[in-house]
């Protein structure tokens, strides 16, 4: 019986061996880019947002496996979520993959689903801006498309 580590290594290299939604958006679509130096990852959001939902997502760049299967489970948690839930999402995801004391105003109904096999990596603390890094950059996008 394959126990629940080897279920997320699954999940990761699955993600890494077959990103979901790779590429570029043209405008109106907004996009950011992100840098992690300690790893040398780099990832592009590119995202369109229409009536306050994530219509489109796509995903660009390069880096170590932790960071670019986060970037697309990531692409495929958000795409056709509406802007709030992107943010609770986000804010939960964060929260996993930080040591932090819990934030009360944490909505714990948000469902994480596959994005849980991320959180192994919560014990290699220099692995966790590889896993924070699509995340973070996606708020930016999310910032610019508000402007
Ligand atoms: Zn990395």
Redesign the pocket.
Known sequence: MPGLEDLYREIILDHYKNPRNRGELAPPAVSAEGH?P????EIQVYLLVENGTVSDVRIAGQ?????QSSASMMSAAVKGKSVDDVRKLVSRFKHMMSIEECDSELDTSVNLGDLEALQGVVKFPV?I???T?AWNTLLEALESAHA
């Open positions: 992690n300690l790893c040398g990852d880096g170590c496996s932790i960071s692995r801006k590889c896993a890094l």
